[in-house]
Antibody
């Protein structure tokens, strides 16, 4: 069974940093593009970042470019998101999501909440 | 960036009714459109991809149609478990992937 489990969310002060992780199991992690998608309280879904199966190709939303860094460790079946210079606009539930190979997201984790507040 | 506009924002319906949700793109996405269902406190769930193909395990009462800039998600006979938020997503031109703002199905 495919499983994606996010962790690392929490309360952080404006300007602070946080590292999110996503542990994958039940599939050949190293064969799939992976993504982070976030959802601010009461709002819709916003794509944040994507990383290719090998980690060679990386993409970011303009709203996080230069502040967030996506990475992966295929030996540990793990996806990460390093977030710097956080502001209230980054407050959201962050989901990791698998790209099934055709650019839509067929598996999602349960999400980890990030709150940026003083 | 392709903007997706979903309508209506909220739809009040009764169980057993047939409903149609709309998603419109600012430029053609061909058939590269997916629909997701999200229930409160849960992650999104893939329902439809390629505009009209049901994902594994999705009941046959869900159907998608359209291409280019106009898309619809139809639920033929609403069940109690279908009351949720529904999002469309385009994956034709990325980055960025973009989502619609969502349609909320609520019980009438």
């Amino acid at each position: 069974e495919v499983e994606l489990v996010e962790s690392g969310g929490g309360l952080v002060k404006p300007g602070g940093s946080l590292r999110l992780s996503c542990a994958a199991s039940g599939f050949a992690f190293g064969s799939y593009f992976m993504n982070w998608v976030r959802q601010a309280p009461g709002k819709g879904l916003e794509w944040v970042s994507s990383i290719s199966s090998s980690g060679t190709y990386i993409y970011y939303a303009d709203s996080v470019k230069g502040r967030f860094t996506i990475s992966r460790d295929n030996t540990k079946n793990s996806l990460s998101l390093h977030m710097n210079s956080l502001s209230g606009e980054d407050t959201a539930v962050y989901y990791c999501a698998r790209d099934n190979g055709n650019n839509y997201f067929d598996q999602w984790g349960q999400g980890t909440p990030v709150t940026v507040s003083s | 960036e392709i903007v997706l506009t979903q309508s209506p924002a909220t739809l009040s319906v009764s169980p057993g009714e047939r409903v149609t949700l709309s998603c419109r793109a600012t430029q053609s996405v061909s058939s590269s459109l997916a629909w997701y269902q999200q229930k409160p406190g849960q992650a999104p769930r893939l329902l439809i991809y390629g505009a009209s193909t049901r994902a594994l395990g999705v009941p046959a009462r869900f159907s998608g149609s359209g291409s280019g800039t106009e898309f619809t998600l139809t639920i033929s006979s609403l069940q109690s478990e279908d009351f949720a938020l529904y999002y469309c997503q385009q994956y034709k031109n990325w980055p960025p992937y973009t989502f619609g703002q969502g349609t909320k199905l609520e019980i009438k």
